[in-house]
Structure formats: structure tokens, C-alpha cells
């Protein structure tokens, strides 16, 4: 079983608003990963972690705060966004942070009105 | 700079044309190279890893080659459902995955 699920599918906000999405997986991969998306880009990476730590933070505004409460859970938490923020949200895994595959779950289309 | 780029940008086949996409290369240090296709409003679904030149993968219809320089993704007698945007990413010496822009195909039946 290769799925990593997100929650939730869709999700609008306005900018005063703090929301959370959410990431699990159950192949026991140590690393997982948070990826924004904008329209005809590729994914686009924000932060890593690797055995429940973070490992890079890609200079990601604090508005967005990562959280992994366990080895198979990742959080994003969301507060005072922009409306620029929209976009597609994408949390992944894989065995580590060296040359394996990453699985992605579904995406958060998330909308900041 | 590492960079990672794709062509061509858009390929438009009939059902049943065979035909390569590309994804070239300038990389310090090799890890790996990932090929992944996505579908509107989805996330990348991951399709092959490859490692050192020469070495090929094949799944179903899709086969993928790799040289120093570059890789290829072979599509045989494609159908309409694989219209999707193909994702090619490369690992560097220090384990960065790096995008390319990606190749969108589409299939008329």
C-alpha cells in the first residue's frame, strides 16, 4: 500500500482565519514532506522532516507552521494568509531523505479569499 | 546550477502514436531520477526511479531510459487515459529533489 492521505480535499479561508491540513501515511517512511503548488509549476517544496524532526525549512513565511506529532502524522498549520497563498498543497513521503521515491497523497486545494 | 529541463512543453498524439518525452540534465552528483505523472488538480503519482546510466524501467505502456546526460520516457501506442501532465525530477549530491517544468501530453482518441 503506496497511499498517503489529506485532509481536507478543499478548503477556502479568509486571511484572518487559522485552519489546519492534514497528512497521513502508513508505510512506515521516516521523512515526509510539505509541497506548495501553484497552476502549471511543479511542486514546489516547503519543509522536510525526517524522523519526526525538521530537517529544512525553505524559507517559508511563518504564516505556514509545520507540525509532526508522530511518525506517521504531519500537520500544516495555517494562520493570517495571503491571498496569494492559494494553491495546492501536497504533503509526500518516503523511506528517508536519500535517493528514494517520494508518495504523494491527493493535495489541499486551498483558496485565501 | 543544477538545473532540470523538459521537452518538449506540450505534445498532442493520436491514439496509438508512439513517442519520447525528454528530460535533460546538469546535475553535481547524480542520485536518482524520478519520473511521475500527475492529472489535474492531483497529486504526482510516482512511476519510476532510476539510478545509474543505462538502466531502464517498463511498466505497461510506459518505459524509461536514462544516459549521463539525459532521460527518456518511451510511450507505446499511448490511449487517451494517458493524458497527464510527466513529471521529471532530479536528485543532486546532496539529496535535493529538482523539478522540471514538466510535459504536458494529451491523447485524442
Known amino acids: 500500500d503506496t497511499e498517503v492521505t489529506q485532509t481536507p480535499k478543499h478548503l477556502v479561508m479568509g486571511m484572518t482565519n487559522k485552519k489546519s491540513l492534514k497528512c497521513e501515511q502508513h508505510?512506515?517512511?521516516?521523512?515526509m514532506y510539505w509541497y506548495k503548488q501553484k497552476a502549471k509549476k511543479p511542486p514546489e517544496l516547503m519543509f522536510v522532516?525526517?524522523?519526526?524532526?525538521?530537517?529544512i525549512n525553505e524559507s517559508v513565511p511563518s504564516r505556514f507552521s509545520p507540525e509532526c506529532p508522530n511518525s506517521s502524522l504531519l500537520n500544516l498549520h495555517l494562520h493570517a494568509l495571503q491571498p496569494e497563498d492559494s494553491a495546492l498543497y501536497l504533503c509526500?513521503?518516503?523511506?528517508?531523505?536519500?535517493?528514494?521515491?517520494?508518495?504523494f497523497g491527493p493535495g489541499t486545494r486551498l483558496t485565501v479569499t | 546550477e543544477d538545473q532540470v529541463t523538459q521537452s518538449p512543453e506540450a505534445l498532442r498524439l493520436q491514439e496509438g502514436e508512439s513517442s519520447s518525452l525528454n528530460c535533460s540534465y546538469t546535475?553535481?552528483?547524480?542520485?536518482?531520477l524520478f519520473w511521475y505523472r500527475q492529472d489535474p488538480g492531483k497529486g504526482p503519482e510516482f512511476l519510476f526511479t532510476l539510478y545509474s546510466a543505462g538502466e531502464e524501467k517498463e511498466k505497461e505502456r510506459l518505459k524509461a531510459t536514462l544516459t549521463k546526460k539525459e532521460s527518456f520516457l518511451h510511450i507505446t501506442a499511448p490511449k487517451p487515459e494517458d493524458s497527464a501532465t510527466y513529471l521529471c525530477a532530479v536528485m543532486d549530491s546532496n539529496y535535493q529533489l529538482i523539478w522540471g517544468a514538466g510535459t504536458k501530453l494529451i491523447i485524442k482518441p
Open positions: 509526500a513521503s518516503s523511506l528517508g531523505t536519500g535517493p528514494y521515491e517520494q508518495y
Open positions: 522532516y525526517s524522523y519526526e524532526k525538521l530537517s
Open positions: 546535475v553535481s552528483g547524480l542520485r536518482g
Open positions: 508505510m512506515g517512511h521516516r521523512a
